[in-house]
């Protein structure tokens, strides 16, 4: 056994696999603290109990216990009950009360989210001390977690989790729980002090919670070394450049992985033709074809099949595809888009889709199921975000033999090698700066070797599958800086 064995670790997080995921967070969120677990770690993820959360697990979850906690300015208490249950050696705690989680969704708005997450980040230092569970580390994730390292170092230094050390990892910038001083002051119940420009504040009237977070945290993170350099930069910074800077020396970039359990393409179910980088050439032919008669496209295994699976929003490059969408398509060219969110962007493919019927499908939904059947069919993945943090889809589309086209932002460069013809190396096609003539450069560079050098094109789609996409590193790395902090 490791060393390691005896480390104590809380994940805190607004989102995690299989419970709830709305994005990358989602899958951190479930597939590091099984990493981890490998590693010799003791995990628990903490996360609210939200009603959307299936059945089928809230079936399986027994109940810990309740108290009272007081939250606001005002000393208001709200409940807070605890259910527990076990997944592949990894507990899950989440954190009950009716008045804050029983929505639809775990986001409904910043109005009602900054008091939801408020309490959450304090209610789990208070479940900790009530199940007198006291982690070495306490790992926060995002904005919705930030108020926990603040809790820690103030009202609950002098209890017993106030001995834990804690991590913040920033996963995206662009999200920070921003609202008036007054309605962070009242909901946080936190000190007058705390309101000023090196903890909370932005200006006069507004408060911010990642930024507070992100001063209290004993250890900041963020999921590539690349996002770790821009987000002190003015361009990427989203505000918080100069807080980063004066932050820099706590700050790390240690890149993400992909749970290869659950993105294996030998063993998944849900593909026509389970493959592996031994017979990916053939089976994929079947994987294509089962794609398109799915999607509605014409079935010819001899068309170059890009897939899109993304959040639609402005970060994820969406306006470069739009301003070119019409010279990616040629004949031998079909479009598979899975992805929901900016009525404008969604607009703008249905649109695509009905002018250039059989070669371009725009599935405007979150469907896990059929993300997987894109990975497996497409020839190549289309990530040409504006600013990506680490970025998933292309980990899972080089796991699965489909060749990324990307921009060189965040983990994306980190992650994907060029393609360098001269060498015969790289794992796809990439580009620099943020303009559609040089993304439509990229993709006609990638159809350049398909359609022309199918051989090297092969390689590169072995290289991709052979790749090391998994979190076994970075997991090891996680343990390295709690290792650190807990001595
Ligand atoms: P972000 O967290 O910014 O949304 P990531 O690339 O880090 O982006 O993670 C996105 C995750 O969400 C991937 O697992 C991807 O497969 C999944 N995903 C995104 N959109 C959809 C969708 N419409 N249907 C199914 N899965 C989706």
């Known amino acids: 056994m490791s060393e390691n064995a005896q480390r104590k670790i809380a994940f805190v997080g607004s989102e995690c696999y299989p419970f709830v995921k709305t994005g990358g967070l989602g899958d951190v969120m479930y597939a590091l603290p099984r990493a981890l677990t490998r590693q010799g770690a003791d995990v628990r993820v903490i996360m609210p109990y939200y009603a959307c959360i299936p059945e089928k697990f809230k079936s399986q979850m027994k109940f810990l216990g309740s108290f009272m906690m007081d939250l606001c300015q005002d000393g208001h208490t709200y409940f807070v009950g605890i259910m527990e249950t076990e997944l592949d050696g990894v507990t899950y705690n989440f954190i009950e009360n009716r008045e804050f989680f029983d929505w639809g969704n775990p986001y409904t708005g910043l109005w009602e989210d900054i008091p939801k997450y408020c309490y959450f980040s304090k209610a789990v230092l208070a479940a900790l001390n009530f199940l007198e569970w006291i982690p070495d580390v306490i790992h926060c994730h995002d904005w919705q977690a930030a108020l926990t390292p603040v809790y820690l170092r103030t009202r609950f230094a002098p209890t017993p989790v106030g001995q834990a050390k804690s991590v913040l990892t920033i996963h995206n910038l662009r999200f920070q ?82 749970d290869v359990d659950i993105w294996n393409s030998a063993a998944d179910s849900l593909l026509a033709a389970p493959y592996d980088m031994f017979n990916v050439i053939e089976k994929k032919k079947e994987n294509k074809r089962a794609l398109q008669e799915a999607l509605g496209l014409d079935v010819d295994e001899n068309k170059f099949v890009i897939g899109l699976v993304s959040r639609l929003t402005d970060q994820k490059g969406l306006d470069l595809v739009n301003a070119i969408f019409q010279q990616i398509m040629d004949e031998n060219t079909q479009f598979a888009l899975l992805g929901t969110g900016d009525p404008r962007y969604e607009g703008a493919f249905r649109y695509y889709e009905s002018v250039n019927k059989g070669s371009v499908c725009s599935y405007i939904q979150y469907n896990e199921g059929l993300a ?116």
């Open 177 to 258: 729980g921003i609202c008036s001083i007054d309605h962070l002051k009242y909901w946080s119940g936190l000190p007058d002090y705390l309101f000023n420009y090196p903890v909370f504040k932005v200006n006069d009237t507004e408060a911010n919670m990642f930024k507070g977070g992100l001063a209290f945290a004993d250890r900041i993170t963020t999921v590539s070394a690349t996002y770790a350099e821009e987000i002190q930069t003015g361009f990427y910074g989203e505000g918080l450049d100069a807080h980063l800077r004066y932050h820099s020396p706590k700050l790390k970039g240690i890149v993400n992985g992909i």
């Open 372 to 487: 997987h059947k894109i990975y497996a069919g497409s020839d190549a993945l289309l990530v040409p975000s504006l600013f990506e943090p680490c970025g998933l889809t292309q980990l899972i589309a080089m796991r699965y033999g489909t060749v990324p086209i990307v921009r060189e932002t965040g983990g994306l460069k980190d992650t994907v090698a060029p393609y360098n013809a001269e060498e015969n190396s790289g794992n796809g096609f990439t580009f620099d700066y943020y303009e559609a003539g040089l993304l439509l450069k990229a993709i006609q560079s990638a159809k350049e070797l398909y359609f022309e050098d199918r051989g090297r094109w092969d390689e590169m789609v072995r290289r991709d599958m052979d790749k090391d996409v998994s979190w076994e590193k970075s997991a090891s790395e996680y343990m390295a800086l709690y290792e650190e902090l807990a001595e």
